[in-house]
């Protein structure tokens, strides 16, 4: 079955460090690969997306890129903000769904310190 | 523009008490989904629908049931709550095919004594 390893947490770092954040994946096929942010108090919100090898998905100063060869979907920003403290998941969705079936990682919890 | 709604955001049951978990969509979006998230665990997939009338099993089912009778409206119900369903819950709505976005609600926190 799908799979998704997340970089274990949590992860505390400066502002205006830059940030890594590892995913890797198992899937069957040629899955879409998502991440998701939750802030405190709040549901998840889609902060970006690849559908396909080599894709780059950005959003907000973050970015990933969908390495087929290494099966990998790394979250990177190269100067964090307080406001990026929260919980990031990686997660996938086969290809042929609506993502109404989405597997997640286990969340890595980012706080960011002044 | 409300997205999706859940209610309640917190509950305490009793082992063995029955509940339904709200959750509402207001921009017709054809898929729906709940997951439980668990620390250290994630989010996993309990049940979901791709259309009024239609429902499937995820992850995780045991001891929860859904309906679809409306594209609004997709409750999740505990029979007959246990420890292990403490969780927080989230519900997710997607428009369809074609690797649209998936919308969550804001969650439940489910504790049961």
């Known amino acids: 079955g799908n799979s998704v390893t997340q970089m274990e947490g949590p992860v505390t770092l400066s502002e205006e460090a830059f940030l890594t954040i590892n995913c890797t994946y198992t899937?069957?096929?040629?899955?879409?690969l998502f991440w998701y942010v939750q802030y405190p108090g709040e549901g998840l919100q889609l902060l970006l997306k690849a559908t396909k090898a080599d894709d780059k998905g950005s959003n907000k100063g973050f970015e990933a890129t969908y390495r087929k060869e290494t099966t990998s979907f790394h979250l990177e920003k190269g100067s964090v903000q307080v406001s990026d403290s929260a919980v990031y998941f990686c997660?996938?969705?086969?290809?042929?769904?609506?993502?109404?079936?989405?597997?997640f990682g286990t969340g890595t919890r980012l706080t960011i310190i002044p | 523009n409300a997205g999706v709604t859940q209610t309640p955001k917190f509950q305490v049951l009793k082992t063995g008490q029955s509940m339904t978990l709200q959750c509402a969509q207001d921009m017709n979006h054809e898929y729906m989904s709940w997951y439980r998230q668990d620390p250290g665990m994630g989010l996993r997939l309990i049940h979901y629908?791709?259309?009024?009338?239609?429902?499937d099993q995820g992850e995780v089912p045991n001891g929860y049931n859904v309906s679809r009778s409306t594209t609004e409206d997709f409750p999740l119900r505990l029979l007959s709550a246990a420890p292990s369903q403490t969780s927080v819950y989230f519900c997710a709505s997607t428009y369809g095919q074609g690797n649209t976005e998936a919308f969550f609600g804001q969650g439940t926190r489910l504790t049961v004594v």
């Open positions: 997660a996938l969705s086969d290809r042929g769904f609506g993502n109404e079936k989405l597997t």
């Open positions: 629908s791709v259309g009024a009338g239609i429902t």
């Open positions: 899937a069957t096929g040629y899955p879409s």
